[in-house]
């Protein structure tokens, strides 16, 4: 029943270990998003895809690679990674055509902490 | 460059004590508003958004926000809180522009707390 799923919901590893966080959203939507909110809560955007093909990478380190095999799912991957990227990680989708108006659905997050 | 600005980090307040909670953005075009909500723990949960018409938009749990276009302001209200308000605030906006694709712009958050 969940519209938008995250596994896992936490992750700790070690520095400089390659992880995977992976997004699922049974809501027909044809963009779906990664957010990342810090230690102080502040939430950024960090990638979009929209029908399967990247529209938004806002400056985010290469270590991180986004892969959308379809429509509903958007997967990160983070290579090597550093302690600054303990954050949680949201993903989120929407109907994201360019001037349609419509909200977007979070997941519950992936805390990743790094050690 | 565009930013959403909200105005108060932490707010303390009584249960069945009035809430508002500021939001103001720079960008000028036409946009989407929304007011998510954070409870300890959870994902970000939808509170109400306005796309057009009516600026004075309800939400759900007795919320209610509203537009403000000459000063560029979403100003979220409660006129009762409860204890299960106790959350963070997030004040989000959409540029409807072609290159925008739906992404939000988030505010800082504000941390609310109700006591009993």
């Known amino acids: 029943d969940t519209a938008v799923s995250q596994t896992p919901k936490y992750l700790v590893t070690q520095m400089g270990n390659d992880k995977s966080i992976k997004c699922e959203q049974n809501?027909?939507?044809?963009?779906m998003y990664w957010y990342k909110q810090d230690s102080k809560k502040f939430l950024k955007i960090m990638f979009s895809?929209?029908?399967?093909?990247?529209?938004i990478n806002e400056t985010v380190p290469n270590r991180f690679s986004p892969k959308s095999p379809d429509k509903a799912h958007l997967n990160l991957h983070i290579n090597s990674l550093e302690l600054g990227d303990s954050a949680v990680y949201f993903c989120?989708?929407?109907?994201?055509?360019?001037?349609?108006?419509?909200?977007?659905?979070f997941g519950q997050g992936t805390r990743l902490t790094v050690v | 460059a565009q930013s959403v600005s909200q105005h108060n980090h932490h707010v303390i307040l009584s249960e069945a004590a009035s809430l508002e909670l500021g939001c103001n953005y720079s960008?000028?075009?036409?946009?989407?508003l929304f007011w998510y909500v954070q409870y300890p723990g959870q994902h970000l949960q939808l509170l109400l958004k306005?796309?057009?018409?009516?600026?004075l938009v309800k939400g759900i749990k007795g919320f209610e926000a509203e537009f403000i276009k000459s000063k560029f302001s979403f100003n979220l209200r409660k006129p009762s809180v409860q204890w299960s308000d106790t959350a963070e605030y997030f004040c989000?906006?959409?540029?409807?522009?072609?290159?925008?694709?739906?992404?939000?712009?988030f505010g800082a958050g504000t941390q609310v707390v109700v006591t009993p």
């Open positions: 989120a989708s929407s109907q994201g055509g360019r001037r349609i108006k419509a909200e977007a659905f």
């Open positions: 809501l027909g939507h044809d963009t």
């Open positions: 895809y929209n029908n399967k093909e990247l529209i």
């Open positions: 960008y000028g075009g036409t946009v989407n």
């Open positions: 306005y796309f057009s018409g009516d600026p």
């Open positions: 989000a906006v959409r540029r409807m522009t072609t290159d925008s694709w739906g992404k939000l712009q």
